[in-house]
């Protein structure tokens, strides 16, 4: 079995995040200790994408991963930095690619989940119960499918954001639809209306329940989980 292969963006800094609300004792480098102590090496690999220098970045130090530049300077121009990184990797068709935001905590064993998502043959994983679909409105007629995984469930969803997993052969077929929604003049991209595209597309999307990942945005924690213990550990 192939590898999980991770993508874990960072930079020096970002507009999109600097007034995000956190949780006490948050900070992108407890994230990334986090997501280095929780992965399985038997079952995935990182490579780092650096928008920015590196040498002023906790990344300056990392020696067991691949660090890679990319060009960037904004939300959109560094994820297109990274999805033209993936697209000219060139990994067989049902390699697993996981795109991760560097404001993400992991729990223990989503690297096996994650792998037990697959199975279930959606196009798209999300280990981020998202709480929109709780409290937005737009979700108050949402009807999900349960799935039953062996570790969890799992509930098809109509959208995530850009920390997702995609087999390569299904990057390569969405490619298109990634950068229709990635806005290069305003720096933004709309990750919510990319994957309500992909969705009213018919392509699948499932998110774990509980979360085995959340985004550390207060306001946006995934249910059920006390993050703040296990910023707690770092």
Known sequence: MKKIEIFSRHCNSSKFSEDRERLKGFSKTVCYKNLKKTIDKNLSNITFLMDGNSDEHFLKNEKEFKVVKIEGGSQAKSWA????????????????????????????????????????????????????????????????KILLGKSCHWRTVPSTTLSFAVKFKTFKKHYEIYKKFNFIESGKTEDHKMFLDLWKNGSSLISSIPSYSSHMDLHWLAPTINWEEIIKKY
Do not use: R, T
Not at 84 to 104: G, L, P, R, T
Not at 105 to 130: R, T
């Open 81 to 144: 930095s990274a999805l033209e990184h993936v697209k000219n990797s060139n990994f067989s068709d049902e390699q697993i690619i996981y795109f991760i935001e560097d404001d993400y905590l992991h729990l223990e064993n989503w690297n096996n989940v994650l792998l037990e998502g697959f199975e279930l043959k959606s196009e798209y994983i999300s280990l981020y119960d998202h709480p929109d679909k709780y409290k937005l409105p737009i979700y108050q007629k949402l009807q999900s």
